[in-house]
């Protein structure tokens, strides 16, 4: 059987694009790897052991975001979402009592049957600087999105210029979590007049 030069010369081009792009999913890509790789195990002697892919993920923090996420993401790496204002977290805008709408959310954790530990993956995303005080406040996992040159401190009214763009801004958020490889259940607050 004959095999002319032109055909060991595709060969060798097929077998180099295929290794080239066999490293770049293994190698380059963190987000691709994760669909080959084993999840974390677990052992009974030394708690639970981390494949080098996520000790390496988790030793170098992008960001802010990223180190937020990380914090509150579970073992499979999702996180209960929930976006708030100072109309939500400040106690000065509550009529009734010195309760939020921060305050029942969080409550709702601790009086549910077995919901206690998804308190430990709530991140609570600050859309202005006192929804983001009150949050360090208590403690949670929280993180303060800015969007430049909106004020999104207050109530705004449905489908005003405002609320569009706080809706916008949400949305482009949540995409941002799932290219970061991160699923979500994301809380949505409504009002009942």
């Given at each position: 059987m004959d095999i002319s030069k032109t055909?060991?010369?595709?060969?060798?081009?097929l077998i180099s694009l295929l290794v080239t792009g066999?490293?770049?999913i293994f190698l380059i890509s963190p987000s691709s790897t994760s669909l080959f790789l084993p999840r974390t195990a677990f052992s009974a002697c030394s708690g639970h052991n981390k494949s080098a892919e996520s000790a390496a993920h988790e030793a170098q923090p992008q960001d802010d975001?990223?180190?937020?996420l990380r914090k509150a993401?579970?073992?499979?790496?999702?996180?209960?979402i929930a976006i708030v204002n100072?109309?939500?977290?400040?106690?000065?805008?509550?009529?009734d009592s010195d309760k939020t709408m921060l305050d029942l959310f969080l409550e709702s954790f601790w009086l549910g049957e077995g919901t206690r530990k998804l308190l430990d993956h709530v991140l609570v995303v600050a859309m202005d600087r006192t929804a983001y005080m009150m949050c360090?406040?208590?403690r949670l996992n929280c993180y303060r999105l800015v969007t430049e040159?909106?004020?999104f401190a207050g109530e705004k009214l449905y489908m005003s210029e405002d609320f569009i763009k706080m809706m916008w801004s949400?949305?482009?958020?949540?995409?941002?979590?799932l290219r970061r490889g991160y699923s979500f259940i994301f809380t949505v607050h409504t009002y009942i007049h």
């Amino acid at each position: 059987m004959d095999i002319s030069k032109t055909s060991i010369l595709n060969l060798t081009i097929l077998i180099s694009l295929l290794v080239t792009g066999l490293l770049y999913i293994f190698l380059i890509s963190p987000s691709s790897t994760s669909l080959f790789l084993p999840r974390t195990a677990f052992s009974a002697c030394s708690g639970h052991n981390k494949s080098a892919e996520s000790a390496a993920h988790e030793a170098q923090p992008q960001d802010d975001l990223e180190h937020a996420l990380r914090k509150a993401s579970m073992a499979n790496r999702t996180v209960i979402i929930a976006i708030v204002n100072q109309a939500y977290a400040d106690p000065a805008n509550s009529e009734d009592s010195d309760k939020t709408m921060l305050d029942l959310f969080l409550e709702s954790f601790w009086l549910g049957e077995g919901t206690r530990k998804l308190l430990d993956h709530v991140l609570v995303v600050a859309m202005d600087r006192t929804a983001y005080m009150m949050c360090k406040f208590r403690r949670l996992n929280c993180y303060r999105l800015v969007t430049e040159g909106v004020d999104f401190a207050g109530e705004k009214l449905y489908m005003s210029e405002d609320f569009i763009k706080m809706m916008w801004s949400r949305t482009i958020f949540l995409t941002d979590v799932l290219r970061r490889g991160y699923s979500f259940i994301f809380t949505v607050h409504t009002y009942i007049h």
